[in-house]
């Protein structure tokens, strides 16, 4: 029997309003589309590249070359969050070395239309507990433009600490973002219990031990 070749295609994690799955290529037009009517007001950058500025074919060309580059050592699952069956926006993890580290990093983005509503904290808290409780990881970061204060208040629900900050360029100007921290002693967890499928064969995709 020929093994599954990508095993990541039949992850779920669900949580009570949410279904986020890895991004394919029916998803990631639906993603596209959604970023096309707006992440952020036109006059900030909450990203430290400017990826939302040139919206299109190079947007769909990034997701592809993260799923292309995926290895034990290296890799990022880019999770398309679902609402009612569409796609909202997405939540990424990356490990580095994660067999060893035990280590993950988390970026995400809503659509502007579908902010102020806790989907953010709620996909958030979804990946943070699939990485703690599935991947056996013992530490995530994140970090924040400093006025990005819907990102930050995110972080703080979940538990996070700070962890630094960083000088970085956007649009030009000097900005500041703030490392932030949270392991799975301090993470805040939701009233609700994760659902997860698939994850037994990912695992060795992922640099962990198939349990």
């Known amino acids: 029997m020929t093994p599954e070749p990508w ?37 900030e950058m909450p990203f430290l590249v400017p990826w939302t500025d040139d919206i299109g074919h190079q947007t769909l060309q990034y997701y592809w070359s993260e799923r292309a580059q995926l290895t034990p050592e290296r890799w ?30 988390t970026g995400s983005w809503v659509g502007l239309r579908h902010q102020r509503g806790g989907i953010g904290t709620e996909m958030r808290a979804a990946v943070l507990a699939f990485a703690f409780d599935h991947l056996g990881a013992v530490r995530a970061r994140s970090s924040a433009f400093r006025e990005n204060t819907a990102s930050m208040r995110v972080s703080e629900r979940l538990g996070y600490q700070p962890d630094g900050t960083e000088s970085h360029v956007r649009r030009g100007r000097a900005t500041e973002d703030v490392r932030l921290l949270v392991t799975p002693e301090w993470f805040v967890r939701p009233p609700w219990t994760l659902q997860v499928e698939g994850v037994d064969a990912c695992r060795p995709l992922l640099g962990v031990p198939a349990q």
Do not use: S, Y
């Open 76 to 105: 990022t699952v880019n999770f398309l969050v679902r609402l009612d069956g569409r796609v909202v926006g997405m939540q990424g993890l990356k490990g580095v070395n994660f067999g060893i580290l035990r280590e993950v990093v």
């Open 7 to 43: 095993p990541l295609r039949h992850l779920t994690l669900r949580t009570p309003r949410l279904v986020l799955r890895p991004d394919d290529d029916e998803g990631l037009l639906e993603l596209v589309a959604e970023a096309g009517r707006g992440v952020h007001p036109p006059e």
